[in-house]
């Protein structure tokens, strides 16, 4: 079986469109979990009057992305663990394309889909995710139009938290997401910890899946903030010893970059958030050492084979 786990704060107008949509997937043996950070909107009434077959987690405050999320995951039931947004909506067939993938592929640990603009469907949000030598991540394809350059399944370093699928048998290797990095990037850092583990992410374009972006929430400083701060954490949990002494000199003129971008606009809130993230990346160096000591104990891929997954500097 598996299991759909959506994490929900305060966005009740969405929920008609992303949960008719899993109720025509083709594909019909699973359970949604729906986690609700505290919303005061109506959605927890709305989801009991309208959609039954939903099982309602109601945390009554907000935990964040994450925390919503590994509150679905420690009820869930399915050998296969989904998380969607729910400013989605899945294409009928995006369930089952999944699961083809996965058992095509046996050190898939995860799959995601091909993610279109709700309201532009012929523009990419994300054709998978990668990750640059220099320590900054991001998506394959953003705002380009889909003219076919991403139909071909093939392995990607992550896949975007709005909409993945996971192996719950790498999951209980790897770990699920971690709970200090709150939102953003906790798809990317979970990726991180699979590759090392020597599993896959696998892309599939005809798992389709339509993405508001942003509608639900993380705009703003909020996301200025935790990009400032988790793209380091994550350089701190996961990046090997060996290649950081190979790659530390483009890693630290990205953050430089970023400083500088975010100094020449100091007057706006989001700038300030992302030197205060910056800052608390830079301070969180020792909450992250434990954890870094567990990730790389437990890695089994080598520095060329990770580096082959990792992407060059100057690609888009």
């Given at each position: 079986?598996?299991?759909?786990i959506?994490p929900?704060w305060?966005?009740?107008?969405?929920?008609?469109?992303?949960?008719?949509?899993?109720?025509?997937?083709?594909?019909?043996?699973f359970?949604?979990?729906?986690?609700?950070?505290?919303?005061?909107?109506?959605?927890?009434?709305?989801?009991?009057?309208?959609?039954?077959?939903?099982r309602?987690?109601?945390?009554?405050?907000?935990?964040?992305?994450?925390?919503?999320?590994?509150?679905?995951?420690?009820?869930?039931?399915?050998?296969f663990?989904?998380l969607?947004n729910?400013?989605?909506?899945a294409?009928?067939?995006?369930l089952?394309?999944?699961?083809?993938?996965?058992?095509?592929?046996?050190?898939?640990?995860?799959?995601?889909?091909?993610?279109?603009?709700?309201?532009?469907?012929?523009?990419l949000?994300?054709a998978?995710?990668?990750?640059?030598?220099?320590?900054?991540?991001g998506?394959?394809?953003?705002?380009?139009?889909?003219?076919?350059?991403?139909?071909?399944?093939?392995?990607?370093?992550?896949?975007?938290?709005a909409?993945?699928?996971?192996?719950r048998?790498?999951?209980?290797?790897?770990?699920?997401?971690?709970?200090?990095?709150y939102?953003?990037?906790?798809?990317?850092?979970?990726?991180?910890?699979?590759?090392?583990?020597?599993?896959?992410?696998?892309?599939?374009?005809?798992?389709?899946?339509?993405?508001?972006?942003?509608a639900?929430?993380?705009?703003?400083?909020?996301?200025s903030?935790?990009?400032?701060?988790?793209?380091?954490?994550?350089?701190w949990?996961?990046?090997?010893?060996?290649?950081?002494?190979?790659?530390?000199?483009?890693?630290?003129?990205?953050?430089?970059?970023?400083?500088?971008?975010?100094?020449?606009?100091?007057?706006?809130?989001a700038?300030?958030?992302?030197?205060?993230?910056?800052?608390?990346?830079?301070?969180?160096?020792?909450?992250?050492?434990?954890?870094?000591?567990?990730?790389?104990?437990?890695?089994?891929?080598s520095?060329?084979?990770?580096?082959?997954?990792?992407?060059?500097?100057?690609?888009?």
């Amino acid at each position: 079986m598996i299991s759909i786990i959506i994490p929900h704060w305060n966005g009740k107008h969405h929920l008609d469109v992303c949960l008719h949509s899993l109720r025509r997937q083709t594909l019909k043996s699973f359970e949604i979990i729906l986690v609700d950070n505290g919303s005061n909107d109506g959605s927890q009434d709305y989801v009991k009057q309208n959609f039954p077959e939903v099982r309602l987690i109601e945390l009554g405050q907000n935990q964040g992305f994450t925390g919503a999320c590994i509150a679905g995951y420690e009820v869930a039931q399915g050998d296969f663990i989904v998380l969607l947004n729910n400013d989605t909506e899945a294409d009928s067939h995006w369930l089952e394309k999944t699961m083809e993938s996965f058992a095509r592929q046996p050190l898939a640990g995860a799959v995601v889909g091909k993610i279109l603009l709700f309201d532009q469907r012929d523009t990419l949000h994300t054709a998978g995710d990668f990750y640059r030598l220099n320590g900054l991540p991001g998506n394959r394809g953003v705002w380009q139009k889909d003219t076919g350059q991403y139909d071909k399944e093939e392995v990607v370093f992550s896949g975007c938290g709005a909409a993945v699928a996971y192996r719950r048998t790498a999951l209980d290797e790897v770990g699920f997401l971690d709970r200090d990095l709150y939102f953003s990037c906790e798809d990317v850092d979970l990726g991180w910890r699979l590759n090392l583990a020597g599993w896959q992410t696998i892309y599939n374009p005809s798992a389709i899946v339509y993405h508001k972006v942003k509608a639900s929430g993380g705009s703003g400083a909020i996301a200025s903030y935790h990009d400032g701060r988790n793209f380091l954490w994550i350089i701190w949990k996961n990046y090997p010893t060996t290649l950081l002494r190979r790659n530390w000199l483009p890693i630290a003129r990205a953050q430089w970059q970023i400083t500088r971008e975010a100094l020449s606009h100091w007057r706006g809130e989001a700038a300030r958030a992302r030197l205060r993230g910056q800052l608390a990346g830079m301070l969180g160096l020792f909450k992250m050492w434990p954890k870094r000591r567990r990730i790389q104990a437990t890695r089994r891929l080598s520095d060329a084979d990770l580096t082959e997954r990792l992407s060059a500097v100057d690609e888009p």
